[in-house]
């Protein structure tokens, strides 16, 4: 009777020393993985800003990496979501080394569809998450968090309010002086802005643009002309301001004068 319960119990005992041991070589083969970053990659279209970060997994351990999925997300101070992107690899074999580019992608456009960011500095904040199998045995995955600056790209936006010079007997030259700056570190504003002119009996007076082209992280300052007529000008009135670039359009910006 005593027989099966010692074979019980070296068997029980084998199988500590096998958990054991596998545990451990898990663990020390865990430390002979290496991870690096390569080179970031920009890429930006009218309608979408991509970064791809290159990520080398360097694999020199005795047991496989199985079920790797990495996913990023990225939701403004608000909470809205953004963006989400996931890679998953199936399985990085031992001994071996695999390069996966991972994208990171917002579009541009739902973000300067909203006034706040065309105007106001802001922050966006990136959730990132990798989740994966080591040895088909032991699940592993961690969390991390950064910052991303968002600069606007019309901050602090000015309109003048409009001066006028003589341009002939009938007619008068109108200069509404416009300035901002292009806190963007991802793109330059080039595009016109335009303004439209109207008298308080709702007429319109004229309609003028001036081309800017300001790079990131530069200032702007400029006026727009047009030229009306004289008789139609109304003490009080109003100004429609757009401004229509390669990455958003925006407008009107209503500017009553008077």
């Known amino acids: ?21 596998v545990a451990v070589t898990c663990v020390y083969s865990a430390t002979l ?13 009218e309608e979408e800003f991509m ?26 101070f608000e909470n809205r979501q953004f963006s989400v992107d996931s890679t998953f690899i199936a ?11 991972h994208n990171v992608s917002f579009d ?36 991390a968090n950064t910052t991303i600056p968002w ?25 509404m002086p416009t300035s901002f700056q292009n806190h963007s570190p991802y793109f330059s504003v080039t595009g016109t802005i335009r303004i439209e002119i109207f008298n308080d009996r709702h007429q319109l007076l004229g309609v003028g643009t001036v081309f800017a082209d300001v790079p990131s992280n530069t200032n702007y300052e ?5 030229i009306v007529n004289a008789a139609m000008v109304t003490e009080r009135g109003q100004i429609l301001v757009f401004v229509e670039t390669e990455m958003f359009n925006y407008g009107p910006m209503v500017i009553n004068y008077g």
């Open 1 to 21: 009777m005593n027989v099966p319960l010692r074979a019980l119990s070296w068997a029980t005992r084998f199988f500590w020393i096998i958990a054991l041991a």
């Open 33 to 45: 993985i290496r991870v690096d970053f390569g080179e970031p990659l920009m890429n930006y279209t």
């Open 51 to 76: 970064v791809t970060l290159p990520i080398i997994f360097d694999n020199n351990g005795y047991y496989s990496i199985a079920d790797l999925n990495i996913t990023t997300l990225i939701v403004d």
């Open 91 to 101: 399985q990085i074999p031992p001994q071996n080394n695999i390069t996966l580019f």
């Open 108 to 143: 541009i456009n739902e973000i300067v569809t909203r006034a706040e960011y065309l105007f106001n500095d802001s922050n966006f904040t990136l959730h990132g998450s990798v989740f994966l199998n080591y040895a088909s045995i032991i699940p592993f995955g961690f969390e």
């Open 151 to 175: 600069g606007a790209p019309l901050f602090n936006f000015t309109a003048g309010l409009p001066e006028y010079s003589s341009y002939n007997g009938t007619h008068l030259t109108v200069h």
């Open 222 to 226: 400029g006026e727009v002309e047009t």
